[in-house]
T-cell receptor, first 112, second 114 residues
Framework: DTAVSQTPKYLVTQMGNDKSIKCEQN?????MYWYKQDSKKFLKIMFS???????INETVPNRFSPKSPDKAHLNLHINSLELGDSAVYFC???????????FGPGTRLTVT | GNSVTQMEGPVTLSEEAFLTINCTYT??????LFWYVQYPGEGLQLLLK?????DKGSNKGFEATYRKETTSFHLEKGSVQVSDSAVYFC?????????????FGTGTRLQVTL
């Protein structure tokens, strides 16, 4: 069974479009995250939710909006896509009392 | 703020060679330290961790020791294999309430050849 899954794996879209990436975890964790990995492989946290409540909100454009319908799901919606949004987006989860995080396979977003 | 510095890659080694990837960190408090590995086309996998000073994390022949005095967490393996070729990320965790915010280094690409 996949612990942290993301859909889609690849997403190619044009500038100005709106798109969503979905994440689900079956680890029973309460906390979920979104990270962005740029073309140089640098990883940076974007958001974190704990049991549907926003905990971490880094300096991310308002065009990015996370939504957590329940503690097993964390989706990322992006409005008005720009070329600079092209990256790999990783979802992760952790138990509240633990420090390590478990990552999904990533979604490669390409904006043309 | 927190930061993690890793040695620049790529690191190219022959199979069975000894591996060291250096990692140093800057943090307030006492963070937990991690090594994650990213195989080509895949997500990040937790390789090993250490949660306090002098702890040694180990997994799959890889080891790293949490050195508070030198703020380092260098990754080592005695004999690398071609299958170890991947990008390795050093990271520290800064816990904020119920969320642990990971700060990553820039990654070090390891290429192992026959």
């Amino acid at each position: 069974d996949t612990a942290v899954s993301q859909t889609p794996k690849y997403l190619v879209t044009q500038m100005g479009n709106d798109k969503s990436i979905k994440c689900e975890q079956n680890l029973g964790h309460d906390t979920m995250y979104w990270y962005k990995q740029d073309s140089k492989k640098f990883l940076k946290i974007m958001f974190s939710y704990n049991n549907k409540e926003l905990i971490i909100n880094e300096t991310v454009p308002n065009r990015f909006s996370p939504k957590s319908p329940d503690k097993a799901h964390l989706n990322l919606h992006i409005n008005s896509l720009e070329l600079g949004d092209s990256a790999v987006y990783f979802c992760a989860s952790s138990h509240p009392s633990a420090y390590e995080q478990y990552f999904g396979p990533g979604t490669r977003l390409t904006v043309t | 703020g927190n930061s993690v510095t890793q040695m620049e890659g790529p690191v190219t080694l022959s199979e069975e060679a000894f591996l060291t990837i250096n990692c140093t960190y800057t943090a307030t408090g006492y963070p937990s330290l991690f090594w994650y590995v990213q195989y080509p086309g895949e997500g990040l996998q937790l390789l090993l961790k250490a949660t306090k000073a002098d702890d040694k994390g180990s997994n799959k022949g890889f080891e790293a020791t949490y050195r508070k005095e030198t703020t380092s967490f260098h990754l080592e393996k005695g004999s690398v294999q071609v299958s170890d070729s991947a990008v390795y990320f050093c990271a520290l965790s800064d816990k904020t309430g119920t969320a642990s915010k990971l700060t990553f280094g820039t990654g070090t690409r390891l290429q192992v050849t026959l």
